[in-house]
């Protein structure tokens, strides 16, 4: 209860403090929280093994059943998301085509390299923290809780906060019944993508770029 705690003072300070930050910011805390979590992996698994200790089926079969759900929901949410699309096109595409808009180049590059970010993303939200909240509260106070916590670090960009709060339920819920990340992560990565192009409008290549020091671009 004090590690949590710790943690979500530490997130609320944080956020309150740095509304706008640059990139690599968010990159050097999730290196520190990569840190936080390889030093108490072990203590992680046996607080999974003593919340969940015996999982139905075996490994492959979970893992099946987990992309199964997470490509549903996927598919789901992307088909909101282009109606979304071709409803509120941002000022920033206004004049591109919406076939270039959903099947551009840029578009399937992000998803690749956003797969990693995502599946970190995942390992940090359901695997850590989710792992720890069940031992504090009821099932679904703990997803709901890790939810709210994955949407809040998308503050003060509250259109994407209310997507990432219904897909943290879903992609949480997923993993207490299945404990697959890979899945849980390719969604992730696929709608993220799908949310910057099609509704927003932003090149994530582009943005991701402008990040890198001038050596590298």
Do not use: K
Request: net charge positive; proline share 5%; aromatic share 14%.
């Amino acid at each position: 209860m004090l590690e949590v705690a710790a943690l979500a003072l530490a997130t609320a300070v944080f956020l309150a403090t740095f509304r706008v930050r640059a990139s690599y910011v968010d990159f050097a805390l999730a290196a520190a929280a990569v840190a936080l979590i390889v030093a108490t992996a072990r203590r992680s698994r046996r607080l999974w093994e003593i919340a969940t200790p015996t999982l139905e089926g075996a490994a492959r079969a979970r893992y099946r059943s987990a992309a199964l759900l997470a490509a549903a929901f996927t598919l789901a949410a992307l088909a909101v998301l282009a109606v979304l699309a071709f409803g509120w096109p941002p000022e920033s595409a206004a004049g591109t085509p919406m076939i270039a808009r959903l099947f551009t180049l840029h578009f399937f590059a992000a998803m690749l390299l956003y797969f990693p970010w995502a599946l970190l993303q995942q390992y940090i939200f359901q695997f850590y923290l989710f792992g720890r909240l069940l031992h504090l509260v009821p099932l679904y106070v703990a997803i709901a809780l890790t939810a709210a916590v994955f949407a809040s670090v998308h503050f003060p960009r509250w259109p994407v906060m209310s997507v990432t709060l219904v897909a943290g339920c879903v992609w949480t819920s997923i993993y207490y019944r299945h404990r697959a990340l890979l899945p849980l992560a390719a969604s992730h990565a696929i709608l993220g993508a799908a949310l910057h192009y099609w509704v927003f409008g932003h090149d994530l290549l582009a943005d991701w770029a402008n990040v890198l020091p001038s050596w590298l671009r």
